[in-house]
């Protein structure tokens, strides 16, 4: 999959910097917005740029609907916001298929979206994927697969935080380290 072209000067960015693996273009999965609304991709860019949101997932069924392969360990995707401006590069770190109803506390918390609870996620995104189980005339249920992936930032043009507009605005800032939940069980081990 090429590089769509809205996004060529910020992929371009990231391969001349020192985080920029050789190897990326290869790698290159996607480019995407969290969510089905402009006020949820602000949000989720927003939230993964600070290194709370580090999870996410889909209905196994989108991906075999359209053709399109899962992700996997290495895959290189950008985040962008409501306006499809890129926010952050996100390195996928483990990727597992789960049925709806065997996701924990762990990768709900991950997830960082919501009160980040067990109970919260369910709430939250048990309506969100029944809806779009409907959409496909599919029931959800306790043993629907989802695609459930952990990934890391690892080139942002700069930390972000929402503007008054609800946009993501660049400021400079560190960025704090991501909860060891968020990274490869190497780069774990190292930290």
């Given at each position: 999959m ?8 910020f ?16 790698r290159f999965?996607e480019?995407?917005?969290v ?6 991709a602000?949000e989720?860019?927003r939230?993964i740029?600070s290194?709370?949101k580090c999870?996410?997932s889909?209905?196994?069924w989108e991906?075999?609907?359209?053709g ?7 895959a290189?995707?950008?985040?962008e ?8 590069v ?5 990727v597992?298929v ?15 979206e919501g009160?980040r609870?067990?109970?919260?996620w369910?709430r939250?995104?048990?309506?969100y994927?029944?809806?779009l ?5 599919r029931e959800l249920s306790s043993?629907t ?15 972000a935080?929402?503007g008054?507009d609800g946009l993501v605005?660049?400021?400079?800032r560190?960025r ?5 939940a968020?990274?490869?069980?190497s ?5």
């Open positions: 090429g590089v769509p072209n809205h996004i060529e000067a992929w371009r960015r990231f391969l001349d910097s020192r985080t920029g693996p050789k190897d990326a273009n290869e999965y480019s995407f917005r969510g089905n609304d402009d006020e949820s602000n989720g860019a939230l740029l290194n709370e999870a996410t889909s209905l196994q991906y075999e609907d359209c399109k392969p899962l992700p996997r360990v290495g290189l995707s950008v985040v916001d409501a306006r499809r401006r890129p926010q952050c996100v390195e996928t770190t483990w597992e789960i049925p709806f109803g065997e996701v924990d506390a762990t990768f709900a918390y991950d997830y960082g009160d609870t067990l109970e919260g369910y939250v995104f048990g309506p994927y029944a809806e189980c409907e959409e496909t005339g043993h697969a989802l695609v459930c992936e952990r990934f890391r930032v690892i080139f942002p043009e700069r930390p935080a929402a008054q605005k660049r400021r400079r560190r704090p380290r991501p909860p060891a968020c990274l490869s069980p780069t774990a081990e190292r930290l």
